[in-house]
């Protein structure tokens, strides 16, 4: 059986030690008042909670999924349903909403910490109330005052779920293809009509009303992305005071069985002149999707995050254990009759790309879930826009390059415990199925990494990798001096300059064969990522240097040189395919392929 631990000696340490996160919070006036001490008694009880009431449901929803019962009837898995009544009871969906609505008001860093810990326990569990934090945003942002007054308060309380639905049959990375209709019924209202597809917690019976936010085309409306807009279609139509009312004719057809999170109901959606109330302007539905999507993308990011981390819980745990073999500077365990598999350098390798890309991944999200902090209340316009640029461009380095990276990991760790870790009984296998659509929804991995180049960082004229960069170098200028950080800066400075270098390259490249950006794109995201974690395990590295009688400390130093010495070395690799252009991807004929 797998167990779980939440990792708060390794978040305190991330957002004290390192982030200095309540001196950060306290520049901003909402959160001025909040210490360590707030911040800890909220990361205890969430850890509780993720521990004793949503880890045990973890294997249960993998093994008994959900059930399509007929007539757009779907059921969770046993128990899912008593935990999400019981994190809306105790107030877990409101944390960090805007008291207006009912929400607590803490900072989005708790929110996201709180994330991790419930995708460590059960990623499929979390998906029925995430989704439901990223349509509260979209809400926030262009809901009208009834639309806010009416759902806000019941999605903060999690009385009401959310979803996204985009997709469809023929139109999935392509929403330009898009076919489901809007037909205008003269009372500001629309009946909508059409088929969505893989709708994440489409229908379920854990909440009491389902909101989809769906995409749509009104009659007339220009061809492409430009003709979409964005409407809300609730399960049953609220009377005004909120309270359920005439089931609405947007119904589950079926579900899908699919590879991972069979816990979490996939739904097609079908839309039978389904009344939908839109949000914000005619055709201008993607801007406002992208709100609820951007959201989701740093989601998905926590989501690869929390299975890496309750992988590499559990295989470490194995690995101290289990013994095989004997050393190969001969035995360390004579009275035993083997060794400890630790004793193998090759586990280590396995067990080290966990922890450093787990760890660095949790320095990176509590960064930005801070930098988010500081966009949405910082009294300073210049440190709002600031943070805002930076999240744009992290964003799609979130969501990519963690799951990439846990999808990798969470394999690692099925090795580390060699054919028990093929077993289901050990939970290892499905922390891989359930990371595996992490790097697909949301937008694709591939995806993700044309936005990076194309939009955030061309598109500007690397305006925003060098606001990053900038936080580099000041890092290096201070580093530079110390002797004892010589193996840290050396290889950080040279790769800030590659990847200014390359992303330049690409640039006038692309003026002469649009099929560089594209060729280049996902080596480049990859780049980005490391020169953000290099930053951070630098970063570590210098805090660890000043403590050499600390233990903790001194696993931060190890894992930082491991990282340099082990995983840093792929940007040599990265470097030379983004030189390496599109010849040698687009000139086979497709038949050859
Ligand atoms: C379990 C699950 C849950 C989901 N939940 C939701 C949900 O809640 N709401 C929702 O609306 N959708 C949801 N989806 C859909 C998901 O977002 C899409 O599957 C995903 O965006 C990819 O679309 P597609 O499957 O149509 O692939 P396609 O768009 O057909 O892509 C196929 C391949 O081509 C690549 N590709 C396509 N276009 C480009 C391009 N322009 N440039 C470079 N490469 C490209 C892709 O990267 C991919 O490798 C879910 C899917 C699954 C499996």
Redesign the pocket.
């Known amino acids: 059986m797998p167990t779980y631990k939440a990792p708060l000696r390794d978040m305190r340490y991330v957002m004290y030690d390192l982030l200095d996160a309540p001196g950060v919070l306290a520049t901003i006036p909402a959160h001025a008042g909040i210490d360590a001490a707030t911040m800890d008694a909220v990361l205890e009880e969430a850890a509780k909670f993720a521990e004793q009431v949503v880890f045990p449901l973890n294997q249960v929803g993998d093994r008994e999924g959900c059930t399509y019962h007929g007539d757009g009837v779907v059921t969770a898995p046993p128990g899912f349903k008593e935990a999400y009544k019981r994190f809306g009871a105790d107030g877990w969906p409101a944390l960090s909403c805007d008291p207006r609505w009912g929400g607590q008001g803490l900072p989005v860093l708790l929110n996201n910490r709180l994330y991790e810990m419930m995708n460590s326990a059960s990623q499929a569990w979390l998906m029925y109330s995430g ?1 439901s934090h990223s349509a509260y945003e979209c809400l926030v942002e262009i809901g009208t005052p009834e639309q806010q007054a009416l759902y806000l308060p019941k999605l903060v309380s999690g009385e009401w779920s959310g ?5 469809e049959p023929h139109c ?3 929403l330009g293809l898009m076919k489901t209709k809007a037909e205008p019924l003269g009372d500001g209202s629309y009946a909508l009509t059409g088929t ?1 597809i ?3 917690a489409g229908e379920h019976d854990c909440a009491d009303n389902i909101l989809h936010l769906v995409l749509a085309r009104l009659p007339g409306a220009p061809a492409g992305t430009k003709g979409i807009s964005l409407f809300l279609v609730p399960k049953f139509l609220p009377a005004a005071d909120g309270s359920i009312g005439e089931r609405n004719a947007i119904k589950a057809a079926s579900i899908e069985h ?1 590879m991972g ?1 069979h816990g979490n109901a ?1 739904c097609v959606m079908n839309l039978d002149g389904a009344r939908g109330f839109l949000m914000g302007q005619e055709h201008r539905g993607m801007p406002a999707m992208f709100i609820m999507m951007n959201s989701a993308r740093l989601g998905v990011g926590m989501q690869g995050l929390g299975l890496a981390e309750a992988a590499h819980q559990n295989a470490a745990n194995y690995a101290r254990e289990r013994r095989q073999g004997r050393s190969l500077k001969g035995p360390q365990s004579p009275d035993a009759a083997a060794d400890s598999i630790l004793v193998h350098p090759d586990v280590r390798r396995l067990l080290l790309t966990s922890k450093a890309y787990t760890e660095g991944g949790r320095a990176l999200t509590c960064w930005v879930a801070l930098l988010t902090d500081l966009e949405r209340g910082h009294p300073d316009a210049e440190v709002r826009k600031d943070a805002e640029e930076l999240i744009a461009l992290l964003t799609p380095v979130v969501k990519a390059f963690i799951t990439d990276n846990a999808f990798a990991t969470t394999n690692h760790c099925v090795e580390v415990l060699g054919g028990h870790g093929y077993i289901t009984e050990w939970g290892l296998e499905q922390f891989v199925r359930d990371a595996r ?1 992490d790097t ?5 991995n ?2 993700q990494a ?1 936005d990076l180049l194309g939009r955030k960082v061309l598109a500007d004229g690397g305006a925003r990798l060098r606001r990053f960069g900038g936080r580099v170098q000041d890092f290096l200028a201070q580093a530079r001096g110390d002797a004892a950080m010589a193996e840290f800066v050396g290889p950080l400075g040279a790769l800030l300059r590659d990847v200014a270098a390359v992303a330049g390259e690409v640039g006038v490249r692309a003026q002469a064969d649009p099929d560089e950006v ?1 060729a280049a794109a996902t080596p480049f995201l990859r780049l980005v990522g490391h020169l953000a974690y290099a930053w951070l395990w630098a970063r570590m590295a210098q805090l660890a240097l000043a403590k050499p009688d600390d233990a903790f400390h001194q696993g931060k130093l190890a894992t930082a040189r491991f990282y340099y010495a082990r995983l840093l070395p792929e940007t040599a690799m990265l470097l030379a395919q983004v030189r390496s252009g599109p010849d040698s991807l687009m000139a086979m004929a497709p038949e050859a392929i």
Do not use: A, H, Q, R
């Open positions: 989704l979803t996204m639905c985009l997709t999935g990375t392509d969505k893989f709708i994440s699919k999170i996939t659509i697909i929804y949301e937008g694709t591939g995806v044309m594209g």
